[in-house]
């Protein structure tokens, strides 16, 4: 038998500490084909990809290859995939922290109205992705922000301020495209690729604001105008360009434009037998195939995934409202417009490799609860500090204290893996994604109340409720959560391994269970 046998360990403090094992790498020429569901000739029936799914055709159960060829070809998609879908990710990014820099004075409002409309359009254009395909919304919708970017130059007042920030109010569905290439264990660094780059989005956003704000008066247009009319070019550019490089699947790079397409015969059956292999609910649906009301209805209604939804709803909110107004936290502190554009970049920078060194720990122990909590736990001390400050602080070690803050190691990338691996099959997957992100929305709207005109530029009350929601998630919901999926995991694992093999195969063959709500589906924690 060559296959490889992997059985997936959850993290253990003791494991870790006490029994490390050294790694060795493999041999590059040996075979990397994991063993999964495919090569039990009962059960491999009931897990076979529809006749609808788009790589049916390149699915072999008997397809075997090495580590060096698995290498090479996931080098290979990030190159040509992965790269393309980060760009994108940053032009929204750029659009949408443009207000930041431009410190309008509506900003709490304009704020709360761009998380309301991506609030409510979260869902919609997920549903949309999922019937038309993410190769072809996602740069529809890149382009229609670069439109949106643009008439900000135009803006002549409150009302046309508020209708742009609405419509910026879109995300696109890259979770569910790459899922489509990577498997389980891959997604969650590549997503942390994604909002590296809104960190790098906000330091080169820093760099065009100091220098258009310096354009005021050209052409009688405000330095501010010149930010929007800049930004919103580069992103009609990338959107232009995102339309040839997005290919709908492994086995559909072929088009007029690229008649040899990316990946030869061999490249196009391994990408999509390490997909399936690892998860075979990839293959329920086809790539352009909506959702019915029904399996709408029941992926709303999977209370499995509720306190992943939670978290969502509560992770943020600690580090969220000094993150959103430092530009005017530190005008009110002393520094001037100019200055504080750049005195952003220090935390955007900083933010980058903590948020790249969380997601590498997550994944090299294999676990996410934990993991995850640190971001509250490494907020809550800065938090403190800020809470103690005096009434009119140095301005530098104000400065530092909110800096150090916000290099917090953002672990929203390994939420929403979590979320996605945890829903189980593609039709869950894109419902249950879409609804993390709007609790993660709704978390924004919560904290955009939370510091209050009146009590600038200290916000004591502020940072006081700040530490309690901190707490909480650090002593309750993290430790909950993680609770919840051992408990759910032992449930399913009892009823499950007193099967005999006839009576899986009977229930496999019987059962109207989708997704995580079948016995033998195992929760990530």
């Not at 253990?12 to 084909?33: L, M």
């Not at 410190?103 to 309301?116: A, I, P, Q, Y």
């Not at 991506?118 to 190769?135: H, N, T, W």
């Not at 249950?432 to 009350?461: C, D, K, W």
Request: aromatic residues 14%; proline residues 6%; neutral net charge.
């Amino acid at each position: 038998d060559d296959l490889v046998d992997e059985v997936e360990q959850q993290f253990s403090w003791t494991t870790a500490i006490f029994h490390r094992k050294r790694i060795v790498p493999p041999d590059p020429d040996a075979i990397a084909t994991r063993r999964s569901v495919f090569d039990d000739p009962d059960l491999a029936p009931h897990y076979w990809p529809k006749k609808e799914y788009e790589n049916l055709h390149r699915f072999d159960p008997t397809a075997r290859w090495t580590y060096r060829e698995e290498k090479a070809l996931v080098r290979k998609l990030d190159w040509k995939i992965m790269i393309m879908a980060t760009i994108g990710f940053s032009a929204l990014n750029l659009d949408r922290s443009n207000i930041n820099q431009a410190n309008s004075d509506n900003f709490n409002l304009g704020n709360t109205v761009f998380l309301l409309a991506f609030l409510c359009a979260e869902l919609p254009s997920q549903l949309v992705s999922k019937r038309v395909g993410p190769d072809r919304w996602i740069p529809t919708q890149i382009c229609l922000w670069s439109f949106v970017s643009l008439s900000q130059f135009w803006l002549t007042g409150r009302t046309s301020f508020l209708v742009c920030r609405a419509l910026l109010g879109y995300i696109p569905d890259l979770i569910l495209y790459l899922s489509y290439f990577y498997t389980k264990t891959e997604l969650p660094m590549r997503l942390a690729l994604f909002w590296m780059s809104l960190n790098f989005c906000g330091i080169v956003a820093s760099f065009l604001a100091y220098g258009t704000l310096h354009m005021d008066g050209v052409a009688g247009a405000a330095g501010w105008r010149w930010l929007f009319m800049i930004e919103g070019i580069l992103t009609l550019l990338i959107g232009f360009f995102s339309f040839f490089n997005m290919p709908p699947s492994p086995t559909q790079t072929k088009t007029w434009f690229r008649p040899n397409g990316w990946f030869t015969e061999r490249e196009e059956i391994v990408i999509v037998n390490r997909v399936l292999r690892d998860d075979p609910s990839k293959g329920d649906m086809h790539n352009r195939e909506g959702l019915t009301l029904r399996r709408l209805w029941t992926a709303v209604c999977d209370y499995d995934l509720w306190p992943i939804y939670i978290l969502g709803l509560m992770f943020g909110i600690p580090n969220t409202p000094p993150a959103t107004y430092l530009t005017l936290l530190l005008t009110d502190i002393g520094f001037d417009t100019f200055n504080t554009n750049l005195l952003t970049i220090p935390y955007q920078a900083l933010g980058i490799v903590t948020m790249f060194l969380i997601t590498l720990v997550s994944e090299f122990v294999n676990e996410r609860s934990i993991v995850s909590m640190i971001e509250d736990v490494w907020t809550l001390p800065f938090l403190v500090a800020l809470y103690a400050l005096p009434s009119n602080p140095n301005p530098w070690i104000f400065f530092a204290v909110v800096t150090g803050l916000l290099s917090y190691p953002y672990t929203h990338a390994i939420q929403v893996a979590w979320c996605s691996r945890n829903a189980g099959a593609v039709a869950s997957r894109t419902v249950n994604a879409s609804l993390y992100n709007m609790f993660v929305q709704a978390s924004g709207i919560i904290s955009a109340q939370i510091y209050v005109a009146s009590e600038a530029p200290r916000y004591q009350r502020g940072n006081m409720i700040l530490i309690i929601i901190c707490i909480v998630n650090i002593c309750i919901l993290y430790p909950g959560t993680k609770a919840y999926y051992i408990w759910r995991n032992r449930q399913r694992a009892k009823i499950w391994d007193a099967m005999t093999t006839e009576e899986r195969v009977h229930y496999l063959s019987t059962t109207k269970d989708v997704a995580n709500r079948r016995l033998d589906f195992r929760f990530a924690h």
